[in-house]
C-alpha cells in the first residue's frame, strides 16, 4: 500500500485522485461487502497509520 501512495504521489495527484486510485487497487470492484472492508482498511490508513502524509495545514485551521 505504501509502495502504491508513493507512486501515485509521484505523479503529483491530489488527495482525492489519489484515494479513488487506492480505492481501486484494493478492490472496489469487487462484491459489496469487499467493498466495504477494503474502504474501512483504507479510511484507517488515511487515519491512523503513518505510511500517509498528515494534511498539517488542514488541521491547524479552526
Do not use: W
Request: proline share 3%.
Amino acid at each position: 500500500m505504501r509502495d502504491q501512495y508513493q507512486s501515485l504521489k509521484a505523479l503529483e495527484l491530489d488527495a482525492d485522485t489519489i484515494f479513488g486510485h487506492l480505492q481501486n487497487f484494493i478492490g472496489r470492484q469487487s462484491e459489496p461487502s469487499r467493498q466495504a472492508a477494503a474502504l474501512a482498511v483504507l479510511c484507517y490508513f488515511f487515519d491512523r497509520c503513518d505510511i500517509f502524509e498528515d494534511n498539517t495545514a488542514a488541521k491547524a485551521d479552526p
